[in-house]
């Protein structure tokens, strides 16, 4: 039955026998195959010869052989026809066969062993990398405590070497004051005795025009407490000693020859504290404070002792 569209060209139904079709199709190709195989062994096979004997029961005698038919040759064979090229056979891809049925329980243990496995793979790896980094934190620790303790020695002993080089700067500031001291009081003893020789000449000069009087009249004299009070305590302000940390109280003597104008012209030390640097001391002090006080008639004792002990000065 045909049909048409309205205002449209005429087209042909579509048939949905396309499987029938293919079916009979094969079916045809078949049977074709099948009468071409049995003709082709009909044809080879070969014929057979029949062979037949006849005996006559009433003659005694035999009967001569009868004549061989010749022999019949055998008809040549048909060549055999070609056999048809087969169609391609269609190789269908081979089927995978369905996984195999899995417990769902047993799935269950397997991922939960599986989660299991890697959850304690994570934990081992984090432990691990705590306990590295707290490796490299106690290690650093051990460095900083290390240079911690080096820079405190090093402290140490730049501190120690400071100290050592203060005290051999005080020792040598002390020789060098001491010295100094000394070389100031020989410098002053040597002046003095210029000043005693020149006051000896003088006096010696004054005996031989006939004052020996005077100058015994001095020499008797009493020594008045006041008077030596006052030329100790001048003496004392000048003493220059810082080194009065010592056990018990050193004490140093020393008589002193002056003028009549209490200018001094010798020191001579008569009884020694123990420590020279005491004693130099004093004895700087000494000529330091010249001239010396004198007495309230204006006038001194040429020769006068005087001890200074070291926890009296002032």
Do not use: C
């Amino acid at each position: 039955m045909k049909h048409a569209t309205a205002g449209g060209p005429y087209r042909v139904p579509k048939r949905d026998d396309r499987w029938s079709s293919i079916g009979l199709a094969a079916a045809m190709h078949a049977g074709l195959l099948f009468f071409l195989w049995v003709g082709v062994a009909w044809q080879n096979n070969e014929p057979v010869a029949v062979e037949a004997e006849v005996w006559d029961m009433s003659t005694q005698t035999a009967a001569p052989p009868a004549p061989q038919p010749p022999e019949a040759k055998p008809e040549p064979e048909p060549e055999p026809e070609p056999a048809p090229t087969p169609p391609p056979k269609v190789v269908a891809p081979p089927v995978e066969a369905p996984p195999p049925a899995v417990d769902p329980e047993i799935a269950l243990q397997k991922r939960k062993a599986k989660e299991k496995a890697e959850k304690e793979r994570v934990e081992e790896e984090k432990a691990k990398k705590v306990a590295e980094q707290k490796a490299k934190e106690l290690e650093q620790k051990k460095l900083d405590e290390k240079k911690k303790l080096d820079e405190k020695k090093k402290l140490e002993e730049q501190k120690l070497a400071e100290e050592k080089a203060k005290l051999d700067q005080a020792k040598e500031d002390k020789k060098a004051a001491e010295k100094a001291a000394k070389a100031k009081a020989e410098a002053e003893q040597k002046k003095l005795d210029k000043q005693r020789a020149a006051e000896m000449a003088r006096i010696t000069g004054a005996v031989g025009a006939g004052t020996t009087g005077t100058a015994a009249k001095a020499t008797a004299s009493r020594l008045d407490s006041g008077y030596v009070a006052a030329i100790t305590a001048k003496i004392k302000s000048n003493i220059a000693y810082a080194g009065s940390d010592v056990a018990g109280n050193p004490r140093a003597e020393f008589k002193i020859e002056q003028l009549p104008t209490g200018e001094i012209i010798s020191v001579r030390k008569i009884k020694s504290s123990g420590i020279p640097a005491y004693d130099l001391a004093v004895e700087a002090a000494i000529a330091k404070s010249s001239p010396l006080p004198k007495k309230k008639d204006g006038t001194v004792e040429r020769e006068i002792t005087a001890g200074f002990n070291m926890k009296d000065l002032p």
